[in-house]
């Protein structure tokens, strides 16, 4: 339900936390203080997404592509691989999770912030319904459960308008309900002052979407039973931007992961500028974007297309590469302001170099994949 009155719930509180947000000095002067004082908070690093090493041998690391002969690389920070220094830092944790769902479905898909701000996802579909696609992409036959960073935002006002919304509560949580009779619900409520939960519910044949978002919503309890564990770590970090939120996702028979790379303390909804690198079983097609430049990444083949602007609008950067297991890498970059560091960045130079020096794992720890 695109526009629904839960989504602009949120999505106001975030607005008014970038408006009221004092003017800071340029990110680049920041980086070091504010990855300093995230990382004292989490008690992670910034290689956080690292956590998916935990005990595993180092065997299940390995770079996309072997080493090639290059020139001299674009300017950025080069980041030290600690795959190979168990323990490393600690797991993500999951801080809810749920303890009903319908009858085949598993969870398919994970999200979490690292250090920006995002919320956590996770998702639940029967194993059939990722068979032809992206399980993040999925809008029907799905459970869909979010927790929103309580540190980040200021949901005083998000608290009033539940109050006001008369719809049934949640455990006794004011809470608000948008539903599409034979579509999906959307269902969003406080448990405490500081916490923002909700539950969306995709079509699901013979089932009451509503009914089915109470229940799920009734079920949630604290989670840390099933951490995070990322499967995409950076070898190299572009100028000024640092890793802000991972995934790791159910393919068919294989897994899939995104890593999102955004300035810190970037506007979660809308960040001036970004850079989303996903694993998946099939590229995106793009058609707008006409034929790409040959490129040679590692010692595979792909395909580069530069941003830029058309009669129908902006369009982003875009990296693609098959990997030898028949996976696709695709790395997206967009610059909202078209400033000359997006320039740099969202360059063929760079975007090849991010791409070759990611560190992959053969598959995601954790113990709840597929479960």
Same mark, same amino acid.
């Given at each position: 339900?695109?526009?629904?009155?839960?989504?602009?719930? #949120?999505?106001?509180?975030?607005?008014?936390?970038?408006?009221?947000?004092?003017?800071?000095?340029?990110?680049?002067?920041?980086?070091?203080?504010?990855?300093?004082?995230?990382?004292?908070?989490?008690?992670?690093?910034?290689?956080?997404?690292?956590?998916?090493?935990?005990?595993?041998?180092?065997?299940?690391?390995?770079?996309?592509?072997?080493?090639?002969?290059?020139?001299?690389?674009?300017?950025?920070?080069?980041?030290?691989?600690?795959?190979?220094?168990?323990?490393?830092?600690?797991?993500?944790?999951?801080?809810?999770?749920?303890?009903?769902?319908?009858?085949?479905?598993?969870?398919?898909?994970?999200?979490?912030?690292?250090?920006?701000?995002?919320?956590?996802?996770?998702?639940?579909?029967?194993?059939?319904?990722?068979?032809?696609?992206?399980?993040?992409?999925? #809008?029907?036959?799905?459970?869909?459960?979010?927790?929103?960073?309580?540190?980040?935002?200021?949901?005083?006002?998000?608290?009033?308008?539940?109050?006001?919304?008369?719809?049934?509560?949640?455990?006794?949580?004011?809470?608000?309900?948008?539903?599409?009779? =034979?579509?999906?619900?959307?269902?969003?409520?406080?448990?405490?002052?500081?916490?923002?939960?909700?539950?969306?519910? =995709?079509?699901?044949?013979?089932?009451?979407?509503?009914?089915?978002?109470?229940?799920?919503?009734?079920?949630?309890?604290?989670?840390?039973?099933?951490?995070?564990?990322?499967?995409?770590?950076?070898?190299?970090?572009?100028?000024?931007?640092?890793?802000?939120?991972? =995934?790791?996702?159910?393919?068919?028979?294989?897994?899939?992961?995104?890593?999102?790379?955004?300035?810190?303390?970037?506007?979660?909804?809308?960040?001036?500028?970004?850079?989303?690198?996903?694993?998946?079983?099939?590229?995106?097609?793009?058609?707008?974007?006409?034929?790409?430049?040959?490129?040679?990444?590692?010692?595979?083949?792909?395909?580069?297309?530069?941003?830029?602007?058309?009669?129908?609008?902006?369009?982003?950067?875009?990296?693609?590469?098959?990997?030898?297991?028949?996976?696709?890498?695709?790395?997206?970059?967009?610059?909202?302001?078209?400033?000359?560091?997006?320039?740099?960045?969202?360059?063929?130079?760079?975007?090849?170099?991010?791409?070759?020096?990611?560190?992959?794992?053969?598959?995601?720890?954790?113990?709840?994949?597929?479960?």
């Amino acid at each position: 339900m695109e526009g629904s009155r839960t989504e602009h719930l #949120i999505e106001a509180a975030f607005e008014r936390q970038a408006e009221e947000a004092p003017s800071a000095e340029p990110v680049a002067a920041r980086l070091p203080a504010l990855r300093s004082r995230r990382r004292r908070r989490r008690a992670l690093t910034g290689l956080a997404v690292v956590a998916v090493v935990g005990a595993l041998a180092v065997p299940t690391a390995l770079r996309a592509f072997p080493p090639a002969a290059a020139p001299a690389p674009p300017a950025g920070q080069t980041v030290e691989s600690r795959v190979a220094e168990p323990p490393g830092p600690p797991p993500i944790p999951m801080r809810y999770t749920v303890g009903w769902l319908p009858d085949d479905f598993v969870e398919v898909s994970r999200n979490v912030d690292v250090e920006g701000g995002f919320p956590q996802t996770q998702r639940w579909a029967p194993l059939e319904g990722i068979e032809q696609g992206d399980p993040e992409d999925l #809008i029907e036959n799905v459970v869909r459960f979010t927790a929103y960073d309580p540190d980040e935002i200021n949901w005083d006002t998000v608290a009033e308008d539940l109050a006001e919304s008369g719809d049934p509560t949640v455990n006794g949580s004011p809470a608000m309900l948008d539903s599409a009779p =034979g579509h999906s619900s959307n269902l969003v409520w406080m448990p405490d002052d500081s916490t923002v939960l909700t539950v969306r519910v =995709g079509d699901i044949p013979g089932a009451d979407t509503e009914d089915v978002a109470y229940r799920v919503a009734e079920s949630v309890r604290p989670g840390g039973e099933s951490p995070f564990h990322a499967a995409l770590e950076p070898g190299w970090l572009p100028p000024t931007l640092t890793v802000s939120g991972s =995934g790791v996702m159910r393919l068919d028979d294989a897994w899939g992961a995104t890593l999102s790379l955004t300035p810190p303390d970037a506007h979660p909804m809308s960040p001036s500028l970004s850079l989303w690198t996903r694993v998946a079983d099939s590229p995106d097609r793009l058609p707008e974007h006409g034929a790409g430049t040959p490129v040679r990444v590692g010692d595979r083949d792909g395909t580069f297309w530069p941003a830029r602007d058309t009669s129908e609008g902006p369009l982003s950067a875009v990296l693609q590469v098959q990997l030898s297991d028949g996976r696709w890498l695709e790395t997206t970059f967009q610059d909202h302001e078209n400033s000359e560091e997006g320039r740099e960045i969202g360059g063929q130079e760079s975007m090849v170099r991010f791409a070759e020096e990611l560190i992959f794992l053969e598959e995601p720890a954790g113990g709840w994949f597929g479960d």
